[in-house]
């Protein structure tokens, strides 16, 4: 079997998940908050030596050992996907004069408090439940240093510290938190939250953020750049198709014209 037919296929399944990503950053180009992705590729060593024998060629057969070389083992080189990253940089500001729509301005997170435990998302998009609980769009508790909020006045007012105030007293700060490493150790787990998979005492209190009450942060995903990387994904992926077309049509030729016997 033709294993250059490898190199075409490692290239095809990674051209595959750069289109699933850019799907999903397209799919929530008008997501309150969203981050998008990026897609790194590398390329695999090739291990010419693991588990592979020396070909010994017939003994009536006059060719070189050298130049059959090429021939042993897994020696042909593949790309892979390195890595997916996240585009941490700030969203485009949207003035809703809602006084319960809240931007966060630098790098930090809302904590929320879900029934799964904290998770943590840049929509600032909040409400308040039927209980008088600030929450989410999706109606999970926005934690204050405090604990919950409890929205009882009527004027709900958010400096650019987080310090919520009600008819001028203040009530709670707003549980703003950053990471040590939120590129590799944050996952997405649905309904634009996120998870961190790090250790605890790397979620530290996210100072350098600022509060914008009455906007909120559109999501930072470049359509056109990414309809763009969309149509060269999926021009590449058919070039890599073909090529794995054509080396199938050549193994099958190998199988049946090659092995004929004519008199």
Same mark, same amino acid.
């Given at each position: 079997? $033709? ?14 998940? %750069? $289109? ?14 969203? #981050? ?13 030596? #693991? ?82 609980? $600030? ?8 934690? /204050? ?29 707003? #549980? ?9 150790? $944050?996952?997405?787990? /649905? ?5 961190? %998979? ?42 890599? +198709? ?6 199938? +049509? ?14």
């Amino acid at each position: 079997m $033709l294993k250059n037919i490898y190199t075409p296929l490692a290239g095809a399944i990674s051209q595959e998940r %750069a $289109l699933e990503m850019i799907a999903n950053n397209l799919a929530n180009v008008n997501t309150v908050g969203f #981050k998008g992705d990026n897609v790194t590729f590398t390329l695999q060593e090739p291990e010419p030596f #693991k588990n592979y024998p020396s070909p010994l060629p017939p003994a009536n057969f006059k060719q070189d050992l050298g130049d059959i070389f090429p021939l042993r083992g897994n020696d042909m080189s593949y790309v892979g996907v390195a890595a997916m990253h996240k585009d941490m940089t700030q969203g485009p500001a949207i003035n809703t004069q809602n006084p319960y729509d809240l931007m966060i301005e630098g790098q930090g997170f809302l904590t929320a408090q879900t029934s799964e435990g904290p998770r943590y998302t840049r929509a600032g998009n909040l409400t308040v439940s039927q209980d008088g609980v $600030l929450v989410t769009k999706q109606g999970d508790p926005v934690l /204050g240093e405090k604990g919950l909020i409890y929205i009882r006045g009527t004027q709900f007012e958010v400096n650019n510290r987080g310090e919520i105030f009600q008819d001028g007293q203040m009530l709670d700060r707003l #549980k703003l938190v950053n990471f040590s490493n939120p590129t590799d150790n $944050l996952e997405r787990v /649905g309904n634009n939250y996120y998870h961190y %998979a790090g250790r605890a005492e790397d979620i530290q209190p996210a100072g350098s953020a600022s509060i914008r009450q009455g906007f909120l942060e559109g999501s930072n995903v470049n359509a056109i750049k990414n309809l763009t990387g969309m149509i060269i994904a999926h021009r590449s992926y058919e070039a890599y +198709q073909k090529a794995v077309s054509n080396y199938d +049509q050549i193994m099958e030729k190998s199988s049946n014209a090659i092995g004929d016997v004519r008199a």
